[in-house]
């Protein structure tokens, strides 16, 4: 690690099997929490290189215990946190929402790190029990249209990384590589960024992939779809900037997104969207999430026709009765 932090403090970049192979070490415990911290910080003082990117997501999805969803195609709606704005679980919630409305998802999250509640912290306060049982897993799927994988359960390596990024108590490279480590590798993914230089990673390494692909990010900081202003849009296709007119809803304001401080508070909203008890801009972000990840299923449909599916599912009680049907 001497060696690799040396280099790293002198301003040059590791490739990608450096990358990786760092990578596989630190979780086979030869570092110490010290080294170990040093090592990611790095990556708050600097951007990290598509390479490097490329490398850690490798080292990754080598150590993962694998699904396979027996071929099915299935899409997840995941941010890499880190974005500081405390908003509640819009992307756990548009991925109930997309299942209700009749499409696989295999949802990867964990739990919340730079902010209060996560993904993970949330589906327990309501209920939900982890497993990386296959069997399980496929029968949820089955079921409910939806299955959430838990990052720690099938990431079992990063147990060393655990400890320093919630002592951190901030954004690490580890929120960057996340969204890119779902188990499944599903075929659609909607991505969120938490600024928009990684968002042009994200694009560059999912071109690679051939998978399609939505990679979102908030202008004023949002590491998803938040309407409270512009939104940066990249699909396999095109770049655009998205307006919340563009969904045929209002801007809304920062506190209209927040999420509470417990996760209990976090449960309550989540429950009220389902329930449709939630107020209009709970609402309306949920189905622009919602939608543009239907959208990236079905890039021939108009954005227009997928907002009237996302919001069917919410009005007709489907995302609700498939949130019920999962937790049976």
Known sequence: MKKTLSKLFDHQLLNREEAREILLRISRGEFNPIQIAGFVTVYNMRSVSIAELQGFRDALLELCVPFDADGQPTLDIVGTGGDGKNTFNISTLSAVVVAGAGYKVTKHGSYGVSSSV?????????????????????????????????????????????????????????NMLGPLVNPVQPAYQLFGTFNLELSRLYQYIMQETGRRFAIVYGMDGYDEISLTGPCKLRTNEMERLMLPRDFGMAELQAIDLDGGHTAAEAARIFTNVLANQSTEAQFNVVVANASTA????????????????????????????????LLN
């Open 118 to 174: 996560g993904s993970s912290d949330v589906l327990i306060a309501l209920g939900y029990e982890f497993t990386n049982d296959r069997d399980h897993l496929l029968k949820q799927l089955d079921q409910a249209n939806l299955c959430f994988l838990h990052a720690p359960l099938f990431h079992p390596a990063l147990k060393e990384v655990v400890p320093v990024r919630k002592q951190l108590g901030m954004k690490t490279f580890f």
């Open 294 to 325: 239907i959208h990236c299923i079905h890039p021939d449909k108009d954005l227009e026709d997928c907002i009237v599916e996302a919001k069917e599912s919410l009005l007709s009680g489907r995302a609700k009765a498939t949130f019920k049907n």
